[in-house]
């Protein structure tokens, strides 16, 4: 695949240094298809694919980095600077070699995703490490309000977690609508992670702008494991959005009838309307779920 180019090819000195700095920032490691959410990005995100260094190039990307640190700053039609290519690969190397030349740890593409996110979206954590003891900020945040550590709990990696938590990782950090680390991982139904935000001081029944705690995610996608330990952990079974549903009407959405069974033991109350005045059982009887008639009519209605 072609290089993307960071100099000026109508200049012979400027192209042959581009060229060096290509040819040194190599990868390993084929980068993955694009992960991002946005199809329109994701079809317009180009993946460099390069192959393994050689000892020479490194000790070449080495003199670059200091006699052109200016290229080190150039970035391509994806806002990524030589820094983000590194970040992406396995080459740790590669990795230092780049910063060492490059003006900021912190630089962002047009997504407003800083080298850090790159190397938690690709899994690497020896990148991430790196990058974290070199000044990477954990809780930078990009246009659509994710940060590493949302990437991490999207990817199920406790380890990667547990790194941006011991470096200082908000988990407690407000993203897109007011959620936490603990929404999306409680919305995503992952057990261990929702533990593992909790021992490191997640707040249990933060509202987002909606008023929908992580229990009322939980329960309204089914996820029994989830719902059972924000229970057990105290979760407030009677919170309300901010149109008064329940936790028990977003539980007959798509939740289990054990979901629901649980949060009629641990207190649900079957008669809370919300705003419109539908009750739980009319969004039950509205989904034709009969298993969950029969778990409503088991118990007493006023």
Known sequence: MEFVRFGTEDDDDDAATQYMIEQSLLESNKQKEETHRDSTTRDSRRTVNIPSVPAG?????????????????????????????????????????????????QSRTLRGQTPLFLAVEGGLIENASFLLQRGAQPDSQDHDQDSPLLLAIRSDRADMMKLLLLH????????????????????????????LLLEAGAQLDPPSHYGLTPLALAAQAGHLGVVETLLRRGADVLSQAQDEASILYEACSTGDPAVI?????????????????????????????????????????C
């Open 57 to 105: 190039n490194e000790k070449l990307l080495k003199e670059l980095s200091v006699r052109h640190r200016a290229k080190f700053s150039e970035t391509d039609s994806r806002g990524w600077t030589p820094l983000h290519e590194a970040a992406a690969q396995s080459n740790q190397n590669i990795l230092e070699l780049t910063l060492n030349g490059s003006d900021s740890v």
């Open 168 to 195: 200082g990782a908000g988990v407690n950090q407000e993203g897109c609508h007011g959620r936490r680390p603990l929404h999306e991982a409680s919305r995503q139904g992952k057990t261990a992670l929702v533990n």
């Open 261 to 301: 069974s649980l949060l009629l033991e641990y207190g649900a109350d079957a008669n809370v309307a919300k705003q419109t005045g539908h009750m739980p059982i009319h969004r039950v009887a509205h989904r034709g779920h009969l298993q969950y008639d029969i778990v409503f009519h088991e118990t007493i209605i």
